[in-house]
């Protein structure tokens, strides 16, 4: 019976962190709010404080932090060791700024304050500096905005922070120890430093001159999970040396990846290794939400309200002023900043070596490891306030201003909205020697555009006064290749309305946007999707082996049978079942053609006839 109960619990605790993660990320999307806040909350309901699932966090915090592990080996996967190397500068100069300085503020208002004394200051201050490289590096993942200047000085911060763990862990003691056992640490310390350099080359060693033959062999076997197992054996093995040398496990696994990024098997590496990487950072994440001690928050609210606030306001100040510095966009700059601010999941192992050695109590680490987690749960919330709120301002503020169009225009063709789309047929007019008016609301597209000699006007289409000094009363087609579907309704409406003469040519994002043109009274529709679709159709076909006439043909009979159908329910667009019986019989009919016309060639070819329709032949040539 024991033994049964056993089983169930060891089955029973994996199937409660997969049914939270099912469950929480779902809704957090719903919400519109990162994977990250639905991992954190959902720690937070099972853990000690919440249902109390699970009441001993740390044992799982041990081995999801595989998961950071894992997401540096990616990382470190697309960063050549010559790339990593030109970033020198952005990883010492803008770590050692960034540590330095926000340690400093951190530790003189701690100890202006009385909290700590100079030594659980310079702890606290130094520990705070860290940053989440989980949470940060998965933000600039889920944006795709690592490769651009902010996500890779972030990058670079982040990873200088990684390596400052090592000596950060070894000050600690020091703090705490006494004279003699000072030069004994020292010489320990000179010790490790030996150890790291050689577990370094090492690594470098067997990246360059055992890894690539090692999977040429396993990839003779064709055995699929071996390849799997060899990508989990180096990630691991090399975070598990590192972490033998004295240094982070994810600092070893980054290094790994940089050496791996050249390899001939790196997509490999990265597909084997992605789904561990995600599953265990979900974990990583709700075990820090279960790690948040809500005895010690619920004892003293407002001090930790006050210290969340504050060394998160301290670090943003440091922040801005080096984004600043860095001349980094003002949009970018509170993205930067938010991801930053927060604390590390380094900080959880600062304050337990603290609180061994005695630099700092045990409450005082409960406290400070209450303060970075909190941290860490309101950054992505902090970043949805500043996508809705600060950023739209300070690209607005960072906009240059243009005015609008005042001087009538008499041009036979106007284009309303100068996109991918508006350009295209603004080319092929000009190139023909026809030079339309161009209205668009983009300052920094038309500035783009006037410096290449474009008539192109500041101006809302949707504006009646604005269209009739473009010219629409005289002009004698209107353009309509506006971007967003309902702005492009309107304008066609308006036109038709206004300027009954005016002939529209309109692009439709989809086939329910032609309709709505339609019954705004536009008959010159072109979905902007289907033609480039079908010339795509027509490329596969040829490289299937059908000639390119006959590739052509089939496509433009496809075109024409599209269109007729569309046509055809066209009256229906709005009953969504008619609309969807119709769109079944028609692609019935068109299989049906294609298949009479597939027999009918074949019978031609057993009779020995001449074909007098070749193009009607469906089968390669």
């Given at each position: ?243 033998v040398v004295g240094m982070s496990m994810a600092l070893g696994a980054f290094l790994a ?365």
């Amino acid at each position: 019976m024991n033994s049964h109960s056993a089983e169930y619990a060891f089955l029973g605790l994996p199937l409660v962190l997969l049914a939270a993660a099912v469950i929480s990320v779902p809704i957090a999307r719903f919400a519109r709010l990162s994977a990250i806040v639905a991992y954190l909350v959902a720690g937070v309901v099972i853990g000690p404080f919440g249902f109390g699932i699970f009441n001993r966090p740390e044992t799982i915090l041990t081995v999801a932090e595989l998961g950071i592990v894992m997401l540096l080996f990616l990382i470190g996967l697309e960063l050549e060791l010559s790339r990593l190397l030109a970033m020198r500068r952005d990883i010492f100069g803008l770590g050692v700024t960034q540590l330095l300085l926000t340690a400093a503020a951190i530790a003189g208002l701690a100890t202006a304050t009385g909290l700590f004394g100079w030594r659980g200051a310079l702890v606290a201050g130094l520990s705070l500096a860290l940053s989440a490289t989980s949470i940060a590096l998965r933000i600039l993942e889920e944006r795709g905005h690592l490769q651009q200047p902010y996500g890779q000085r972030a990058f670079a911060i982040l990873l200088f922070q990684d390596m400052s763990v090592v000596p950060l862990l070894a000050l600690v003691p020091l703090m705490a120890s006494s004279g003699a056992a000072k030069q004994v640490s020292l010489a320990e310390t000179a010790s490790s430093a030996a150890l790291i350099g050689g577990a370094i080359v090492a690594l470098v060693l067997a990246g360059r001159y055992l890894l690539n033959p090692f999977f040429r062999l396993l990839a003779w076997t064709g055995a699929r999970e071996v390849m799997t197992a060899a990508a989990l054996l180096i990630v691991l093995g090399a975070a598990l040396l590192m972490q033998v040398v004295g240094m982070s496990m994810a600092l070893g696994a980054f290094l790994a990846g940089v050496l791996l990024a050249e390899s001939e098997y790196r997509r490999e590496l990265e597909t084997d290794i992605e789904p561990f990487k995600g599953l265990l950072l979900g974990l990583f994440f709700i075990a820090v939400g279960m790690s948040i001690d809500f005895q010690v928050v619920l004892a003293r609210p407002w001090l930790i309200a006050a210290l969340v606030v504050g060394f998160l306001i301290v670090k943003a100040v440091v922040l801005w002023g080096m984004g600043r510095a860095m001349s980094l966009p003002l949009p970018e700059r509170p993205v930067f900043v938010v991801l930053l601010a927060q604390g590390g999941e380094f900080g959880f192992v600062v304050y337990q070596t603290a609180a061994q050695a005695g630099v700092i109590d045990a409450p005082m680490s409960s406290l400070l490891v209450a303060v970075v987690a909190i941290s860490m749960l309101v950054t992505p919330l902090l970043l949805v306030a500043a996508d809705r709120l600060l950023i739209p301002r300070l690209a607005g503020h960072n906009r240059k201003v243009i005015p609008e169009i005042d001087e009538p225009q008499n041009e036979s063709v106007i284009i309303a909205g100068f996109g991918r789309y508006g350009q295209i047929v603004g080319r092929l007019l000009y190139a023909n020697g026809v030079t339309p008016t161009v209205l668009d609301h983009d300052a920094e597209q038309i500035e783009a555009m006037r410096r290449f000699d474009w008539r192109v006007f500041y101006g809302d289409a949707t504006r009646l006064d604005l269209l009739r000094t473009a010219g629409a009363d005289k002009a004698r087609v209107l353009v309509l290749a506006i971007d967003d579907v309902e702005q492009s309704i309107e304008v066609a409406r308006m036109a038709r309305e206004h300027f009954p003469n005016l002939t529209i040519v309109a692009r439709a994002r989809n086939v329910q946007h032609m309709y709505a043109l339609r019954d705004a009274g536009v008959t010159h529709i072109e979905r902007e999707t289907l033609d480039s679709a079908l010339m795509s159709g027509r490329s596969a076909l040829e490289s299937l082996g059908w000639e390119p006439h006959h590739a052509r043909t089939l496509a433009l009979r496809f075109r024409r049978h599209n269109i007729a159908q569309v046509l055809l329910m066209a009256p229906h667009w709005k009953d969504q079942a008619r609309l969807i019986t119709a769109a079944k019989q028609g692609r019935q009919q068109l299989e049906e053609q294609f298949a009479a016309e597939r027999e009918e060639a074949k019978a031609r070819q057993r009779r020995g006839g001449w074909d007098p329709h070749p193009e009607s032949d469906g089968e390669p040539g």
